[in-house]
């Protein structure tokens, strides 16, 4: 299904009559000529003057709502890159400033104070000098002409000149101005890995021993833990990390009269940070030019988030004298961080580096804002700042650190506080900003050069160059542990510290690989000969599923297409479904619901489509039954932990395939008897879900993608409508590549691939691409929704990239001219 599909979308477009002259600067290509501009006749075309334009510029929109930005210098082409981030963007990059800085309080009252509070806690304090020059040497000047370019736009709406988004309209406020500082001191967006399980590893310890925590996460490489000498895990309270949870969740809103920015219950934040161990990551790959039908490298990537509307990314071209990008990135951020140059292609996934730490304090009874450091006592930094709040005068915020980090906690009965030390603090780890470095680099030594000052997130970058050369390096902040593996909370007394942090050649990396291609997707990748013990990079990853089967299909595929690369990343086969069905194949039962659901998957090609009945089956089961079932039978006094945590599976499948004593005295029967209790139930949520005709079930009526807008709840039924997109039925699961996550509750999706890439390198216009729900903001364009059913249906789009092609696609020219 999906092979046709694509190839009707990519055949659906030609470039044809096409008479552009370029010119070229350093090989790349540059502003056209005006006068043989040529653009289709029915292309919208409009002008203006923007004050800070410093010459004549035009940003082109293709019918896909992808904007291609050509300016006359450096400049003009990052100061329209904000400015049209503005256009296009403008409520959800003002709110993400709003919400980085600590400032929603502001704008939406008095119950945002606490998650101001938060979010301030997590800010850069550090040298700004020294951040700047983490990212490289044009770091701060891309800022400041990104940033002008907002401010340019915003400016224009406060005084009038252009019309106030509906958003702000709707929840009565205003648009910011910005600082260059804004777009780097925001660190709460970032990913920094395991601290939540931490926590949770405190918890199962504290109820019922380290072991029982196998059943939990694997941890990878193959790795004892132990309990850190001075801790005591039963200390560590359950809601430790509740202003962590508000520092790190999107902004909600309520209808008037109900809280929005309430704590979550804390077993539901560590279930869900749990979770983001196989939601939050990606896949990449790259091929190298013998091994694809065209004789050219293929790029793919499709990075996984919470899905949002607007979209988390933005694709964007960006065009001037020396530089030619396009690709995705964070609409709020300069640059793009996937894409490529024309020259080289890159793209991520994360690369599970644990780069946070939980640290318990002993407090001075005799002063609280004293912890022991060192055998003596050592003073808190407290800093107070004052925040204006809607409605009310301006309250005074306390904030206090430690020589690690911001104090999240503090258990005044028992003296402890506790504190987390997160690579967030250092300079150079505003999340995603160190691409602005990397994508312009124009060979392999250049892109290890940008990649030696990369900090955060930790990425796997696959890299592919028009020369044919492929490559894969991991880049991040990796801290050096040398008395301690990261995986509990420690004292915070002087005996765990980082040593400083690990250099890029101390991580792997691999060029021009024998095999012809290389894949991450989260995966525990590091070599069977890495000295793990001292160089302790993480032990907690994504399970392997969806490598395994991307590894499979580029290991089969001689001859690899883009059709075929397409294909690949709507590929929903299971692997894990694979496994468990080889379980079940010599059980029966005389239970009705059971024989059901064996009949079902016995026969299943393990692949989750969105018309399977035994998909539903399958993912619910392991969703809420195997686990809970498998975890009260094995380890009674951590089930109700471990059954909280359905990113658990991975970890109880291999104890399914080899039961051990942890079974009882016959480990094989009782197994058996697990697998089909649990499925029993499974059924049964399945029949009192989708009826009690198995030919009317379906995964896709359970699992639907429905894109609610944050501020759905302030709004009246209608607006609420236009701001929502779907409910759309689609296939796919967390574990196959085809990545969609959903909730426990009612199976709706929550996370996946929004974007997914396929670049042909060399032959750009022949890459493709697709952002979901759409391109633009506005709840009233056509861009906002026109790429969801492309989506769901594993379409894309052409990611065009010379000028004569964008031009031939054009459906909007925008002519500006310095006021």
Not at 123 to 148: C, H, I, N, S
Not at 214 to 237: F, I
Not at 335 to 356: P, R
Request: net charge neutral; hydrophobic share 40%.
């Amino acid at each position: 299904m999906h092979k046709s599909l694509t190839r009707a979308v990519r055949s659906s477009f030609c470039v044809a009559g096409i008479t552009a002259s370029l010119i070229t600067v350093s090989g790349l290509p540059a502003v056209a000529r005006e006068a043989k501009e040529t653009l289709p006749p029915a292309a919208r075309v409009s002008s203006a003057t923007v004050a800070g334009l410093q010459a004549p510029a035009r940003i082109l929109v293709d019918v896909w709502g992808i904007p291609h930005i050509y300016a006359g210098n450096e400049h003009d082409v990052f100061f329209l890159q904000g400015f049209n981030a503005a256009r296009d963007r403008l409520w959800q990059i003002d709110l993400w400033r709003k919400r980085g800085l600590g400032l929603l309080a502001k704008d939406f009252g008095p119950s945002y104070v606490e998650q101001d509070r938060a979010l301030r806690l997590f800010l850069y304090r550090g040298d700004m000098t020294a951040e700047w020059a983490a990212y490289g040497p044009k770091a701060k000047t891309y800022a400041e002409a990104f940033v002008a370019g907002i401010n340019a736009y915003v400016a224009d709406v406060r005084e009038g000149g252009r019309p106030l988004p509906m958003e702000f309209r709707l929840a009565g406020t205003q648009p910011d101005l910005w600082s260059a500082e804004d777009v780097v001191r925001v660190r709460s967006h970032g990913l920094t890995r395991n601290v939540a399980s931490e926590v949770r590893r405190a918890e199962v310890a504290c109820a019922a021993g380290l072991e029982a925590d196998r059943l939990r996460v694997k941890l990878e490489p193959p790795w004892t833990t132990k309990v850190p000498d001075g801790l005591d895990p039963c200390s560590v309270p359950k809601g430790v990390l509740a202003l962590y949870d508000l520092a790190t969740r999107p902004v909600a809103f309520a209808a008037p009269g109900q809280k929005a920015a309430m704590l979550h219950d804390p077993d539901t934040f560590l279930t869900e940070a749990a979770a983001q161990r196989d939601t939050i990551g990606s896949n990449n790959w790259v091929v190298a030019a013998s091994r694809t039908a065209t004789g050219r490298p293929i790029l793919a990537n499709d990075p996984h988030r919470e899905h949002s509307v607007p979209s988390l990314r933005y694709i964007v071209g960006l065009n001037a004298p020396g530089l030619s990008v396009i690709g995705a990135g964070e609409p709020a951020l300069p640059g793009i961080s996937i894409g490529h140059n024309g020259t080289i292609a890159f793209g991520l996934t994360i690369f599970n580096v644990d780069q946070e730490d939980l640290y318990v304090y002993e407090l001075n009874p005799a002063d609280p804002n004293q912890y022991r450091y060192n055998g003596g006592w050592e003073s808190m930094r407290v800093v107070h700042e004052k925040e204006d709040v809607k409605g009310e005068g301006a309250r005074d915020l306390e904030l206090k650190f430690t020589r690690h980090g911001p104090v999240l906690f503090v258990d005044e009965a028992s003296h402890r506080a506790f504190a987390i030390r997160s690579v967030w603090f250092e300079p150079g780890t505003s999340a995603y900003f160190g691409s602005s470095d990397y994508m312009t680099a124009r060979d392999w030594n250049g892109f290890l050069t940008a990649m030696r000052r990369w900090g955060a997130p930790s990425e796997n970058q696959v890299y592919a160059d028009v020369k044919g050369n492929i490559g894969w390096v991991p880049g991040g902040k990796t801290p050096r542990r040398v008395s301690y593996d990261g995986l509990m909370p420690v004292p915070g007394d002087g005996r765990y510290e980082w040593k400083g942090f690990l250099t890029l050649d101390e991580l792997p990396r691999v060029y021009r690989p024998e095999q012809g291609w290389f894949a991450s997707a989260n995966q525990m990748n590091l070599p069977p000969d890495y000295p793990v013990a001292e160089r302790k990079v993480g032990f907690e990853w994504s399970d392997a599923a969806r490598w395994q089967r991307i590894a499979e299909v580029l290991g089969a595929n001689t001859k690899m297409t883009l059709a075929d690369a397409m294909d690949l990343q709507n590929d929903d086969t299971t692997m894990l479904g694979r496994r468990l069905v080889a379980l079940l194949k010599p059980l029966s039962s005389d239970d009705a619901n059971v024989r059901r659901g064996l009949d079902l998957l016995k026969g299943w090609d393990a692949r989750d489509t969105a018309d399977s009945a035994a998909a539903a089956v399958f993912e619910v089961w392991i969703a809420n039954h195997l686990g809970a079932t498998v975890a009260k039978a094995v380890a009674p006094k951590a089930a109700d932990v471990i059954a909280l945590d359905p990113a658990s599976i991975p970890a109880i499948v291999p104890l399914l395939e080899k039961p051990d004593e942890g079974f009882g005295s016959d480990p094989a029967a009782a197994r058996d008897r697990l697998l089909l209790t649990s499925l029993g139930e499974a059924v049964a949520e399945v029949t009192a879900k989708l009826g009690d005709d198995p030919s009317r079930w379906a995964w896709g009526k359970l699992h639907r993608a429905l894109f609610t807008h944050a501020l759905a709840p302030l709004a009246d039924k209608a607006t609420a409508a236009q701001l929502t997109v779907g409910p759309l039925a689609f296939a796919g699961a967390a574990n196959v590549p085809r990545a969609a996550t959903y909730r426990r509750t009612d199976y709706q999706l929550t996370a996946g691939a929004s974007f997914r890439m396929v670049l042909d390198v060399g032959n750009w216009d022949a890459s493709r691409v697709i952002n979901t729900p759409g391109q633009s903001g506005d709840p009233y364009s056509p861009h906002y929704r026109d790429l969801a059913p492309l989506w769901a249906a594993g379409s894309y789009v052409p990611l065009l990239y010379s000028r004569a092609a964008v031009e031939a696609a054009t459906a909007e020219a925008i002519v500006l001219t310095p006021r």
